[in-house]
């Protein structure tokens, strides 16, 4: 999320810290779901993500971090999302996203 949609969100809910924890606290729970779908895609075991997700899960520094209003907090999610979408097209063998 870049500092421009920040500023659109700011702008929508206005600058409340419930709204901008509540976002960062919403970005850190959508990363969950994208380590469970890379660990299962990598290792063809669903149980694999199933553990991978539930160990972002209870990790104190994800819970931590994911809590402060703050634009560096949203990385561990774009890092999965990343990875997620390169696994995806080498593993189909597709050039586009």
């Known amino acids: 999320m870049s500092g421009k949609q920040w500023l659109q969100f700011v702008a929508l809910f206005g600058l409340h810290v419930e709204a901008l924890r ?5 970005i850190g729970v959508a990363g969950i779901p994208l380590v469970y779908a890379l660990g299962t895609r990598l290792s063809q075991r669903r149980s694999v993500g199933l553990t ?14 994911s809590r402060w209003a703050i634009i560096p907090s949203t990385v561990p999610t774009m890092i999965a999302a990343a990875m997620l979408a390169s696994v995806w097209a080498l593993q189909t063998g597709s050039r586009r996203g």
């Open 22 to 26: 509540g976002l960062t606290a919403v």
């Open 52 to 65: 991978a997700a539930w160990i972002l899960a209870v990790l104190p520094w994800s819970v931590h971090l």
